[in-house]
């Protein structure tokens, strides 16, 4: 039973955004709600409050609008190994151990059951980019191996995979392959097995997916650019994934544009409206995807094709692409302020 229960702890009337905070910052990405007796009155579970997000919630809004106030639970007299079966069973990660009285005791997690868990879903790690937006860092220097905190940022990425469970990466590479291939070599250093696929030409962000060998495993595969810096957790993902079944996921970050004049809405020539400083907010492309073997496997050997288009093409085919909001730390090293903004925030991050 985990020994940290007692610090995901909230009140109903705590916003989405305590609730934020308590997911992101505690391993146990959860939070149970309860009063002043400690009675359990819900669970916010990461996938409640992705879905919050979806649907434009306020993060101000408090959690028991959100909650759910009828969560699996499991008596104080269960065995663990009966909690943890119908963990699997349910496909969760955590169930409250209540009482006779309906007080919060404990909560038992899939995690502390799993810590030698290992995946067999391939990972495929872009690091094939020219970086020209961060020259002259990139000068002798691909991108993904450009220093966060003392590590190149792509290391970051290998060993969150490694901690996670996921044992067999893919690197793409094209520009000065053999800095990355000298450093990583074969993976065994951080326990996992690392094969390179090279472009030979640039074939945009999803033509490497046809130089992937043929005996890659039939899973589904985590795809992501290797300038990408995030927390997100990758279990969860493919939990949703693997749920869902969709042809692809596409993991998404909100983003918020504040117009920063009045804004007049209009009928012809009357003004019907106005609406000071709006704040717009739009969920844009991450960098980090999950494909199934049917669209990875599917694409050409040396097709040149970027993902929004691969996947706008299984769109409109009718196939299921669904999104995955992040709303963990989240950051594109594109250009030097994101760099530098990467040193100050690293150090500060739970991997």
Not at 215 to 222: R, V
């Amino acid at each position: 039973m985990s020994k940290d229960w007692k610090k995901i702890l909230l009140s109903p009337r705590d916003s989405l955004r305590d609730a934020l905070s308590i997911v992101n910052e505690e391993a146990l990405r959860v939070a149970l709600v309860v009063d002043e007796q400690e009675r359990l009155l819900g669970v916010l579970t990461d996938g409640d409050i992705r879905r919050a997000i979806l649907a434009d919630v306020s993060l101000n809004t408090a959690v028991e609008a959100v909650m759910n106030c009828n969560p699996l639970t499991s008596p104080i007299n269960c065995s663990r190994s009966e909690v943890l079966a119908e963990m699997k069973r349910r496909s969760i990660l955590s169930i409250p151990v209540v009482d006779e009285n309906g007080r919060l005791v404990g909560l038992e997690t899939w995690e502390s059951a799993s810590a030698h868990r290992r995946y067999e879903h391939p990972v495929f790690i872009m690091a094939g980019g020219f970086g020209t937006r961060l020259k002259p860092l990139t000068d002798n220097c691909p991108k993904p191996m450009l220093k966060i905190g003392g590590k190149p940022m792509l290391e970051i990425l290998v060993e969150r995979f490694a901690k996670t469970g996921f044992k067999n990466i893919y690197i793409s590479t094209h520009y000065l392959p053999e800095v990355i291939m000298d450093y990583f070599g074969d993976g065994q250093r951080w326990g996992v097995n690392i094969e390179y696929v090279h472009e030979d030409v640039p074939l945009g962000t999803g033509g490497a997916l046809g130089l992937l060998p043929d005996n890659i495993p039939d899973l589904p595969l985590i795809m992501m650019n290797g300038d990408v810096l995030t927390s997100l957790d990758f279990e969860r993902l493919m939990l949703f994934h693997t749920t869902h079944t969709p042809a692809a996921t596409m993991c998404v970050r909100q983003y918020e544009y504040q117009v920063p004049y009045g804004v007049i809405d209009c009928d012809g020539e009357k003004i019907v409206g106005m609406s000071e400083k709006p704040i717009h907010r739009y969920f844009v492309n991450a960098g980090v995807y999950i494909l199934s073997p049917r669209i990875f496997k599917g694409v050409p050997k040396g097709i040149s094709i970027d993902m929004p288009t691969l996947l706008d093409s299984n769109i409109n085919d009718d196939s299921d692409v669904l999104m995955f909001p992040i709303h963990e730390y989240w950051l594109d090293i594109g250009r030097p302020d994101d760099f530098h903004r990467a040193q100050a925030d690293v150090y500060q991050l739970e991997w």
